[in-house]
Every structure is written in structure tokens, then in C-alpha cells.
């Protein structure tokens, strides 16, 4: 199978070279030629396997440069970290209620389910397209990336990783997660801006002909961590097929019953997973998506008008505080049939005015198959606390705002399919948060919140967080944003 840039269908690679390049020469993002199906048989084989079964069956779909052993190896591999007997267990909440839980990885978040996987891709395709340069992983976070990616990629044979997270945009527990991290090929750098200025200045590498020449002539080429890189995307489709398959087996649906996904959305590569399921085959009713006051795209479904001229704000789920969804250009490389001249033109627009509009025929379609809502603060600590009293089931912020999206989408539409709400974090990573939302009190230091969380609730702490205030903090550098380019070059000259 080919790939092909979402701003320029003439560039084509296989699935090997758009995994070591990670994002497309004109800085578009790499899509499948065309979009592999799911028949009946395929279902009736993957409700019987594992879960590493299902994701390397899912990937060899799309990932034809590898062979199905290959990808079962890699996913055994990956997988084996995670804890518990299933990496992303279903578990019913009540009636026509699932939550997808993403998080017991040893990060304790979602990412981990394709940042496990992704080390082991990137190596062995850098083998099969004869890669003999080092690559360099540079990485933009708002939280859970960058942590997943260091720990995926710690002490990778031929790969180095940079991670740039903003300083006052993270959890105190994700910012620790990143700061203790071990490893000998790894750097992380906080930076005084927010996460769209992290993403932004990284994308500009990745398309600046002298930057190559720079990290050429010292050994390295580029790629990426992020969901852009499709080899990062590929994993998630496999967790939303594989709930669907669980739904079946358990008899709570039969085949071609349509199911609603719930999906706390940021970059937007979440919830397009979930969205490349439905195109294979998944019996998708809605894709609901989830924002907390960084309403940027329940804004767009609504309007048609993506724009981020607006103000940027601090939540307590700062995973989703993002304004520039990156994934949403493959989304709407879709939906505008595959315009590839269109989306440049689009993407263009943003980068000069801050902004851009798509057809009303366009939005008529996407309303069709998303639904948009957004959670306040006091909405998302309303819903995580009455949820523990309803069904005695903790949640995270990010899932918090999920959940309230949900139960406003449910009051509305009297939509009363099967649905799965997508949690994605831990609750431990922002126990000072989770904690206040419970009980109503402020506690500033994480660990003493753990403790008093663990104490309220009786949840374990899980391992990955409990023992980080006795690791050793090893990096501590804040530059300004302008200077994330410099912090790459000097990496590269050490």
C-alpha cells in the first residue's frame, strides 16, 4: 500500500518510508492510498484473538511493508508492559455505557497504547528502507506525548528523542514524569509558550530544507512522535476495533449494530482513529467530540469555520489544551474528496490569517457522522464527582470532560445506542485536580493529593506515579519559544 501527502497526492511512499519520515515533504500528513476493509470473516477471527493479535492484524492491513508475524512480535513486545491481563479493558458503567480505559500503560495514559508500538515500527523500518543515519524523534507535547514517546524510545538502537512541553501547560505530574526521565539517547526542555507554539516551531523544522542539511551533516534525519506520523496514528485505529469486537463477544451488540464513541479530543488524532474504524468496517453511529473551554473544534462542527484567533486558556485538562488540531487536516482531506490542492490551500490559510472555512456541503457531512460538545471547569468537576457517587468509578479530567459531553449529548439527542466513552488518563496524573472535584479541597502538592485520593477513594496508586518524587530530576532547562530550533542544533552537535 502507498501513502500519499494530504497536500499533494503526486508525493507517494510506502508504509516504511512515511513511518521513518514521519511527516510529508511539503509538511502535509501521510495517508493511506485507500482505506482497508473489514469483512464478516475478519471480525469472527478477531473476536477470538488477543489483544496484540488484533492490533497486528488491524496494522497489517494498512502496514503491508511488514509481515503479520513481524507486527505480532512488535505488539507482544509492547504490550507485555502494560499491567493487568487486558492493555485496554471495556468496562460497563451502567446500562448502554462503556468506558474504554486507555491508561494501564507505563505511563498510566492513552498514548502509551501506540508509543509502545511506534519505537519498534520506526526500527524496524528504518532496516527495510535501508536507513543508515541516526534518527532524531522531535517531539511537542501537552502532557502524555512526550512522556510515552521518552519511555517508548529510551535507549533505542539509532534513535535519539527531544521532547518540548510547555512549562506552565502540564499536570505537576506529567511535568515530573518528563523531568525524571531515564535514558541515555533522551532530552526534554520545557518552553515559556504553550503547546501550539511547541507543535508550530516543530513543523517548521520538519519543513525547513536548511534544518535537514544542518542535522544531515551531523548524522541525523528527522521524524516524528506525534500523531502525525501515521505510524503513531495506526496503533489507535486497533483499540476501537477491538472494543467493538468485545462488545460482540460479550453478546451487548451483534454485527453491524452501531456503536457511539466518546472521545476527549485535543489534536484530533484520537477521535480520527476512532473515525478510520468506522471506514473499515466498525458499525460507528456517532463520533462524538469532546472539548473542555478550548472550544476550537465543537466551534468548527458548529460554524464551519476553523479558527484559533481567540484566547488561549489553562485548564485542568491540559492534554486538550491545544488550538491547532493537526489531525483535523487528514479529516478533511476526506471529507473534501481527497482535494489535495484544497487542504494546501487551507492549511495555508491558517498558517498566514489564523484561520479557514470549509463548504456548508462539507459541514452538512461531517455533522452526519461527529457530534460536538464542550465542558466548563465546574462542568467537569460536576461530572467526575457525581459519577464516583453514581457508579462508584473514578475518573480522570480529561475524562471528565468526556463524560460531561456525553450525558449533555444523550439529554439532547435521546440517542440511546451503545455507547463508549474513551478515557485516556489515570486518574493519579492529576490527583490535586480529581481530588478538589471530589471533596471541594485544595491540595497544591501532588503526592500529598495521591495520598489523599488513595485515602478517599481507596484506588491504588499506581506504580509508574507513587515512587516518582524519589527518582532524580534531570532536566531543568525553560528557553523561549523562539529557541527551540537552537536547543535541536546543540543537541546534535554534543
Known amino acids: 500500500m502507498q501513502y500519499i501527502s494530504t497536500r499533494n497526492k503526486g508525493l507517494r511512499c510506502s508504509s516504511a518510508e512515511a513511518i521513518v519520515k514521519g511527516l510529508a515533504e511539503d509538511?502535509?500528513?501521510?495517508?493511506?492510498?485507500?482505506?482497508?476493509?473489514?469483512?464478516?470473516?475478519?471480525?469472527?477471527?478477531?473476536?477470538?484473538?488477543?489483544?496484540?493479535?488484533?492490533?497486528?492484524?488491524?496494522?497489517?492491513?494498512?502496514?503491508?511493508?511488514?509481515t503479520y508475524s513481524e507486527l505480532l512480535d512488535y505488539a507482544t513486545q509492547a504490550y507485555g508492559r502494560f499491567y493487568g491481563d487486558d492493555p485496554c479493558p471495556l468496562v460497563n458503567v451502567d446500562d448502554n455505557l462503556y468506558v474504554l480505559e486507555l491508561w494501564h500503560g507505563p505511563t498510566c495514559a492513552f498514548k502509551d497504547m501506540a508509543l509502545t508500538m511506534l519505537p519498534h515500527l520506526l526500527s524496524g523500518a528504518r532496516k527495510k528502507v535501508g536507513e543508515s543515519d541516526k534518527t532524531l524523534i522531535l517531539v511537542a507535547t501537552s502532557g502524555d506525548t512526550g512522556k510515552a514517546a521518552l519511555e517508548g524510545f529510551k535507549d533505542v538502537e539509532?534513535?535519539?528523542?527531544?521532547?518540548?512541553?510547555?512549562?506552565?501547560?502540564?499536570?505537576?505530574?506529567?511535568?515530573?514524569?518528563?523531568?525524571?526521565?531515564?535514558?541515555?539517547?533522551?532530552?526534554?526542555?520545557?518552553?515559556?509558550?504553550?503547546?501550539?507554539?511547541?507543535?508550530?516551531?516543530?513543523?517548521?523544522?520538519?519543513?525547513?530544507?536548511?534544518?535537514?542539511?544542518?542535522?544531515?551533516?551531523?548524522?541525523?534525519?528527522?521524524?516524528?512522535?506525534?500523531?502525525?506520523?501515521?505510524?503513531?496514528?495506526?496503533?489507535?485505529?486497533?483499540?476501537?476495533?477491538?472494543?467493538?469486537?468485545?462488545?460482540?463477544?460479550?453478546?451487548?451488540?451483534?454485527?453491524?449494530?452501531?456503536?457511539?464513541?466518546?472521545?476527549?479530543?485535543?489534536?484530533?488524532?484520537?477521535?480520527?482513529?476512532?473515525?478510520?474504524?468506522?471506514l473499515m468496517g466498525v458499525g460507528v453511529g456517532k463520533l462524538v467530540c469532546a472539548s473542555n473551554v478550548n472550544n476550537v473544534l465543537t466551534n468548527f462542527f458548529k460554524t464551519g469555520e476553523y479558527n484559533i484567533n481567540r484566547p488561549f486558556i489553562k485548564t485542568m485538562s491540559p492534554s486538550m489544551d491545544i488550538l491547532i488540531s493537526s489531525n483535523l487536516e487528514r479529516l478533511l482531506f476526506e471529507f473534501s474528496g481527497r482535494d489535495d490542492a484544497l487542504i494546501a490551500e487551507r492549511m495555508a490559510s491558517l498558517k498566514s490569517e489564523g484561520k479557514y472555512s470549509v463548504t456548508s456541503e462539507e459541514l452538512s457531512r461531517l455533522n452526519e457522522v461527529f457530534a460536538v460538545g464542550y465542558a466548563t471547569e465546574e462542568e467537569t468537576a460536576d461530572t467526575i464527582d457525581s459519577t464516583y457517587d453514581l457508579y462508584d468509578y473514578l475518573m480522570d479530567t480529561h475524562t471528565g470532560v468526556a463524560m460531561s459531553v456525553y450525558n449533555d449529548y444523550v439529554a439532547e439527542s435521546d440517542d440511546d445506542r451503545p455507547s463508549v466513552v474513551v478515557s485516556t488518563a489515570n486518574a493519579y496524573k492529576f490527583p490535586c485536580d480529581v481530588y478538589r472535584c471530589l471533596t471541594g479541597d485544595e491540595i497544591d502538592d501532588a503526592f500529598k493529593a495521591s495520598k489523599k485520593l488513595h485515602g478517599f477513594t481507596g484506588e491504588e496508586i499506581p506504580e509508574p506515579l507513587g515512587n516518582l518524587d524519589k527518582k532524580q530530576v534531570r532536566f531543568t532547562e525553560i528557553v523561549d519559544k523562539a529557541d527551540i530550533e537552537k536547543v535541536v542544533l546543540e543537541y546534535v552537535k554534543k
Open 27 to 66: 509538511g502535509g500528513l501521510f495517508v493511506p492510498e485507500s482505506i482497508p476493509q473489514l469483512s464478516r470473516y475478519d471480525f469472527d477471527k478477531l473476536i477470538e484473538m488477543s489483544y496484540p493479535e488484533r492490533s497486528a492484524y488491524v496494522l497489517s492491513k494498512f502496514l503491508d511493508d511488514f
Open 158 to 278: 539509532g534513535t535519539d528523542i527531544i521532547v518540548f512541553y510547555p512549562s506552565d501547560g502540564v499536570s505537576d505530574m506529567q511535568k515530573l514524569q518528563m523531568m525524571t526521565q531515564e535514558g541515555s539517547n533522551v532530552y526534554v526542555c520545557a518552553i515559556e509558550g504553550n503547546f501550539d507554539d511547541a507543535q508550530s516551531a516543530v513543523k517548521r523544522i520538519f519543513a525547513d530544507p536548511e534544518m535537514a542539511s544542518k542535522l544531515a551533516s551531523a548524522g541525523y534525519k528527522l521524524s516524528s512522535a506525534n500523531s502525525i506520523n501515521w505510524g503513531r496514528l495506526a496503533p489507535q485505529i486497533a483499540y476501537y476495533v477491538s472494543s467493538y469486537c468485545d462488545l460482540l463477544s460479550s453478546g451487548q451488540i451483534e454485527m453491524g449494530d452501531e456503536v457511539n464513541f466518546v472521545v476527549p479530543s485535543g489534536n484530533f488524532g484520537n477521535i480520527l482513529a476512532a473515525y478510520y474504524a468506522s
